[in-house]
Nanobody
Framework: QVRLVESGGGLVQPGGSLRLSCAAS????????MGWFRQAPGDQRESVAH???????LYADSVKGRFTISRDNVKNTIYLQMNSLKPEDKNIYYC???????????????WGQGTKLTVYS
C-alpha cells in the first residue's frame, strides 16, 4: 500500500502565501507522477499542478504564475508553493500520485485525505 499525507493547509488572507506538502510512503518502486487536485464542496475536482518523473511540470491556467510545484525525491515529498492567493483558491487540496508498485510498467493511482485551504478577507 501507498500512503499520502498532506499538510500545510490553513488560513490565509488574499494575496498571501502558503506551502502545502505531501509525503508518500509505503511499498512502491518509483514515482511516475505526483501532484495536486482541489475540490470545494459541491464542485467537481480540479487538477491544479503536477510534476512528472522527468521533472516536467503541469499547471492549471488558473494558477499559472502563482503556484509552483516542486519535489524532494529523497523524501518522496512534493510541495505546492502558493502565492498571491485568491478567494477562489479556497478548497480542499488533495495529493495524488501514480507509482510503480511491481516489476511491470503499470502505474497505480493513490490519493491522500486532503488538506484545507481557507482564503479570507
Amino acid at each position: 500500500q501507498v500512503r499520502l499525507v498532506e499538510s500545510g493547509g490553513g488560513l490565509v488572507q488574499p494575496g498571501g502565501s502558503l506551502r502545502l506538502s505531501c509525503a508518500a510512503s509505503g511499498n512502491f518502486l518509483n514515482v511516475y507522477r505526483m501532484g495536486w487536485f482541489r475540490q470545494a464542496p459541491g464542485d467537481q475536482r480540479e487538477s491544479v499542478a503536477h510534476i512528472k518523473s522527468d521533472g516536467r511540470t503541469l499547471y492549471a491556467d488558473s494558477v499559472k504564475g502563482r503556484f509552483t510545484i516542486s519535489r524532494d525525491n529523497v523524501k518522496n515529498t512534493i510541495y505546492l508553493q502558493m502565492n498571491s492567493l485568491k478567494p477562489e483558491d479556497k478548497n480542499i487540496y488533495y495529493c495524488s500520485t501514480d507509482v510503480r508498485t511491481n516489476d511491470t510498467n503499470q502505474s497505480t493511482n493513490y490519493w491522500g485525505q486532503g488538506t484545507k485551504l481557507t482564503v479570507y478577507s
